[in-house]
């Protein structure tokens, strides 16, 4: 059994920082690619960031030089340092671990960016 946290969101002024993490449970954490995804109003859900078991990491050019992923092997967690926020950065950030075909999803922590 899967089981994803996310923590860390919340109100920021634009150009501030959070820092988002997630507590994953079951025995193939380190074996998994994890990623952060986010879902901003009315829009659909879109990849943030990614991090492979051996430490690969990929952004998309909307968030590049600006947000970093992480992840602890021994905590299970993932991490995700967002710098520089803008406005369109807001969204529901969500946690997904993928193993063997499947995709686990935790609840969502929601980020907000306005002055």
């Known amino acids: 059994q899967v089981q994803l946290v996310e923590s860390g969101g919340g109100l920021v002024q634009p150009g501030g920082s959070l820092r988002l993490s997630c507590a994953a449970s079951?025995?193939?954490?380190?074996?998994?690619?994890m990623a952060w995804y986010r879902q901003p109003p009315g829009k659909e859900r879109e990849l943030v960031a990614s991090?492979?078991?051996?430490?690969?990491?990929n952004y998309p050019d909307s968030v590049k030089g600006r947000f970093a992923i992480s992840r602890d092997h021994a905590k299970k967690t993932i991490f995700l340092q967002m710098n520089g926020l803008k406005p369109e950065d807001t969204a529901v950030y969500y946690c997904?671990?993928?193993?063997?075909?499947?995709?686990?999803w935790g609840q969502g922590t929601q980020v907000i960016v306005s002055s």
């Open positions: 991090i492979t078991g051996g430490g690969r990491t």
């Open positions: 079951g025995v193939f954490f380190s074996l998994s690619d």
């Open positions: 997904n671990q993928q193993y063997g075909g499947n995709y686990y």
